[in-house]
């Protein structure tokens, strides 16, 4: 039984070193070591062996068994090495190659529209302020001379949320309210940058979302003329002095009177355009002078202060700038058009 021990440890050993695998070192272990393998046949023969023979056999056998065991760890150890090399070798890294270049990021078209429109305005004194994105009722209407039930509320689209008097703000002028009341009574000159929403049809021309600059001047003696100015500074900056502009009377609750601001069309040259409508204008802003009321509703006492404010859309004039024909490109994320405003 000794002799047979010994051949069958010799035997393992010598099948263990022809071992290149992880799957053959499987096979191995179960032959050599499993439940059915020869070695452990003879351990569980040891009881039928004469009394004075058995410990001699059982403790070979449990020798050969740790044994083959310790050479079956020390064979782990081994393939994990070489298989590790092998990795390294074949997925070793070239350092004397010239790195690849790496694709840097750029600001979206609408971003750079509203630093450049940040730029003139400070150029003529305004300061940058931000108001929040989400609105209550009062503030987007209410405040602005449109209580429930005004019809005046139709000329936006309101995406409403589903706590009672919370909304996406449909234009930026709620943002009046809060500069007036934080500022009350010092003279205010500030723009008032931000994402509007409206639940409108999305055109060639109009989306759901955009970027708007509102602008508030508030003070003693301010006249029609000083928002007239403004425009006309801002459009000679932002598009070049030749650039043809018109006033046109109009209606906003919150301001009285109320002109839109209209350009030339630079795609058509004043010829029309699905983006002008065909009329060779385009509209970049609605203004007017503050109503009483909405001065009153900011802390301001009409009788002594006045203003005028105005609101423009920011990727309508960058449109004009750089002939684009749709406004669904700034919010398509298709990487051909943004990559042009590197």
């Given amino acids: 039984m000794l002799d047979r021990l010994r051949e069958l440890q010799e035997q393992a050993l010598r099948e263990l070193e022809q071992v290149t695998d992880k799957q053959a070192l499987d096979q191995w272990r179960v032959t050599h070591l499993g439940k059915k393998s020869a070695l452990n046949q003879v351990l569980r023969s040891v009881g039928q062996l004469p009394k004075e023979e058995r410990p001699i056999v059982g403790q070979r056998g449990n020798e050969v068994k740790l044994a083959l065991e310790a050479a079956y760890e020390q064979r782990v150890q081994v393939l994990k090495a070489q298989e590790m090399a092998r990795a390294l070798a074949e997925e070793s890294v070239d350092v004397t190659l010239p790195g690849r270049p790496v694709s840097l990021g750029r600001l979206h078209p609408s971003t750079q529209a509203l630093r450049e429109i940040y730029a003139i305005f400070a150029a003529m004194g305004f300061q940058v302020y931000t108001a929040p994105e989400v609105e209550t009722d009062e503030l987007n209407f209410g405040l602005l001379n449109m209580p429930p039930h005004h019809p005046a509320r139709d000329m936006w689209d309101t995406f409403y949320t589903t706590r009672p008097g919370v909304l996406l703000r449909t234009h930026t ?37 955009f970027y708007q600059v509102e602008g508030l001047a508030v003070g003693r003696h301010i006249t029609l003329t000083d928002l007239k100015g403004t425009m006309a500074e801002y459009a000679r900056r932002a598009f070049g002095a030749e650039r043809k502009m018109r006033f046109r009377g109009s209606y906003f609750p919150f301001t009285e009177p109320s002109v839109e601001v209209d350009m030339d ?48 859309g920011v990727e309508r004039p960058m449109m004009l700038k750089h002939n684009i024909d749709d406004i669904r490109y700034f919010y398509s994320n298709d990487i051909r058009f943004l990559q042009q405003f590197g």
């Fill in 173 to 209: 002028s709620p943002g009046q309210i809060r500069v007036m009341r934080e500022r009350c009574p010092e003279p205010i000159r500030v723009i008032l940058p931000g994402k509007c929403y409206r639940y409108e049809q999305i055109t060639a021309r109009s989306e759901h979302q």
């Fill in 265 to 312: 069309c630079i795609i058509c040259g004043g010829a029309g355009c699905r983006v002008c409508k065909y009329t060779g204008w385009l509209e970049i802003a609605g203004a007017g002078m503050v109503h009483p009321q909405v001065l009153r509703n900011g802390g301001y006492d009409p009788s002594v202060y006045s203003g005028f404010a105005f609101g423009m």
